[in-house]
């Protein structure tokens, strides 16, 4: 499998990608994901969008979040491909997106839905870890759900 950048034309393939409005929540905070919707993340401020493929064919999406004030990455949006879930490539993906963050800043985060249990366990096993309960208060506080959130641990 390969880290690319993602290319705007397999933007309604990943937006398909979620089945139901609960599953886009957990997702990316948002009950219905359009075309539009994903191209336009790429496009905003601090955003760099990669794409997972095997064998050329498209198997997950992710972001990173660049933050030069902070000094830190966040890992967002990351989705596999339904056929493609329970196999590894969630967790291949968190890897290869978090060799690309540390390369731009050693503190690296990420947040989860608190039902996405699926998600926790992939994000435990690529190496990231829950933030203090200082930390989370902190940053759920603007936020429209409790987050867990995850910091990559030191290697």
Known sequence: MELKPFDLPDAATVAGWSGSADESL?????????????????????VVAYAMVDGGQLVAYGELWVDPDESEVELARLIVAPERRGRGDGRALVRALAGEAVRRYPAVFMRVHPDNARALRCY????????????????????????????????
């Open 124 to 155: 435990a096993g690529a190496g990231f870890t829950p933030v203090s309960a200082a930390e989370a208060d902190e940053w759920n506080r603007a936020q429209p759900v409790a987050f867990v959130w995850l910091r990559l641990a030191a290697a």
């Open 26 to 46: 957990m997702w990316c905070s948002r009950a219905e994901v359009t075309a539009e919707v994903v191209a336009g993340w790429s496009a905003e401020d601090g």
